[in-house]
């Protein structure tokens, strides 16, 4: 009886400890984020405070528009100021991140109505994909960006002690940004986000396909940052594109179509400067028997038909088990009716294609396949219905090139090799998506093919987190960015090594003549590979 009322004390006393520690932790975290919070909100007040008194006076005048014939001047002029090391400092880094912030959060209104009138978007898809998104980007940022640009002390290999070794991470100087007209202020402002954060002077050339979104940008962005460290552009086209990768930049980062994207890689290689591109491709979205068919066909509805279909992420073509096709397809229409309604013409919730001739492009799909559902098009008003096809050639236009809009081809598989074949046998994309419940066949998937990411029983949504590497591989892309991966992306990881300042703590043994003592020592010790972080390195190197 005494053993079970003391087991019975004991458990009592670790729950409370338990919920005491978690409560602690609780508490911790709470106030942890409310320090946070009022830190950026200082910070936010300083820029606020410090871009009124030197930035809106002259931000009232719009600057004139960068011309081809002279990128070279604008790149020196923001090499100079780079130069002065202005844009190295952290208190820089923040106040320009806080400036960007701001410039969303007091332009939200506008800038859906010029999402609106570019892309037909809905509110709750630009408020996901290109606004509230940033402003979550930047808050990352804000709240990490002293912690990365700290330089690190590492270990030091043995045979090097008592040298100290770090790593520095340095901004590359002048960086030239192209972003694309399908998400207009994300695919802009994120980049440029994780360039000011890497401390980088930027010339920014936005889309004139997208001339709402990025007219009010060209005058926004001025106002908020500045132009001194900054250079903006949206009218050129692709004169201004060779203009731009006729220069030595420290960086160029792209994103767009393929074919662009390997002139800028051309270009940027004459120069020796790196590059991050990001392409599209064609997306596979393979169902695998398993697979719950209508949650699959839920996911693959929402993904494939958000922003019309205009996202190099989308669903390119989906693969389903012969057996299966038919109630795939009873489940796309069904969810395709209940997202846009009978008629999505109408619907409020369906965006439009950016313009006609991309509008005429897809309608010229149509007639690669048996069309199940959609099928409609008005080129005048930039309109595609939803479509989904059958029994599509693997040789027709639809299947040779990414769609880029909501025409969606259904392909049936015997095997799942068969599906897993094909993709492999393809460039790399920038997504793939498999539905399945079969572990060992997730596995096999990821085995056997490439691409830039990857969701298993989703569609997107690795997309938005600021945690993970975003980009493509080999025809879809290369680099990534994100999060840290921004940072880093734009940064130079310097290697620093101190070396020892004082000759009682210079290792001799490296310097000749050398002798067979000394020679079977160092090798006996560089083989073991030993690295070791000395305390107080300060006082030794």
């Keep these: 009886m005494a053993t079970t009322v003391t087991l019975e004390v004991d458990v009592c006393f670790a729950t409370r400890v338990v919920v005491g520690v978690a409560a602690v932790a609780v508490v911790a975290k709470v106030l942890a984020c409310a320090w946070r919070r009022a830190r950026l909100s200082s910070i936010a007040g300083r820029a606020r405070a410090h871009r009124t008194a030197a930035v809106a006076g002259a931000a009232a005048v719009v600057p004139a528009p960068l011309t081809a014939e002279n990128v070279a001047e604008q790149l020196q002029r923001l090499r100079k100021v780079f130069r002065t090391g202005r844009t190295q400092t952290v208190a820089w880094r923040m106040e320009q991140l806080s400036n960007l912030r701001d410039l969303l ?65 340095d901004p590359l100087g002048v960086v030239c940004i192209m972003s694309p007209w399908n998400y207009p202020v994300n695919l802009a402002l994120v980049p440029l986000a994780g360039a000011i954060t890497a401390g980088n002077c930027c010339l920014v050339k936005l889309s004139r396909h997208s001339p709402n979104v990025s007219g009010l940008l060209f005058k926004l962005l001025p106002r908020y940052l500045g132009t001194e460290c900054f250079t903006f552009e949206y009218e050129g086209g692709a004169d201004m594109i060779k203009a731009l990768i006729a220069q030595p930049f420290d960086h160029f980062f792209f994103t767009g179509s393929v074919n662009v994207g390997q002139v800028v890689y051309e ?101 690669d396949g048996e069309i199940v559902l959609g099928g409609k098009a008005n080129v005048a008003g930039r309109y595609i219905a939803p479509t989904i096809l059958r029994n599509v050639s693997m040789s027709s236009p639809t299947m040779s090139a990414e769609i880029f809009g909501p025409v969606l081809p259904i392909l049936t598989y015997n095997s799942v090799d068969e599906a897993i074949d094909y993709v492999a046998a393809h460039p790399h994309p920038l997504a793939a998506y498999i539905f399945t419940t079969d572990r060992r066949l997730e596995e096999q998937l990821l085995a056997n093919t490439q691409s830039g990411g990857v969701c298993v029983n989703e569609t997107l949504l690795h997309f938005p987190s600021h945690l993970l590497p975003f980009g493509g591989v080999g025809a879809s892309g290369v680099g990534k960015y994100h999060g840290k991966a921004s940072f880093k992306c734009f940064s130079n990881r310097r290697a620093l090594v101190r070396g020892a300042r004082h000759v009682f703590t210079d290792m001799p043994l490296r310097y000749p003549p050398y002798t067979g003592l000394v020679t079977a020592l160092v090798h006996w010790v560089t083989q073991r590979n030993w690295y070791i972080r000395l305390p107080f390195s300060r006082l030794w190197a």
């Design 105 to 169: 959060l007091e332009n939200m209104e506008p800038l859906r109505q010029a999402l609106k009138a570019d892309l037909g978007r809905h509110a709750m898809e630009s408020n996901n994909a290109d606004l509230d998104i940033v402003v979550g980007e930047l808050d990352y940022m804000l709240s990490n960006v002293e912690r990365w640009a700290r330089t690190r002390t590492i270990a030091s290999n043995f045979v090097a002690l008592p040298d100290s070794s770090h790593v520095r991470y």
């Design 267 to 367: 270009g940027a290689a004459k120069h020796l400067s790196p590059c991050v591109l990001e392409l599209g491709g064609k997306n596979p979205c393979i169902v695998e028997q398993s697979a719950d068919l209508a949650q699959a066909a839920k996911k693959i509805t929402w993904g494939k038909f958000f922003n019309a279909g205009q996202t190099c992420l989308a669903p390119d073509y989906v693969f389903v088990h012969k057996s299966q096709e038919q109630e795939l397809l009873k489940h796309v229409v069904r969810f395709i009716k209940e997202f846009y309604g009978e008629d999505p013409s109408i619907s409020p919730s369906f965006g439009r294609i950016i313009s006609e001739q991309h509008t005429e492009r897809l309608q010229g799909l149509f007639k």
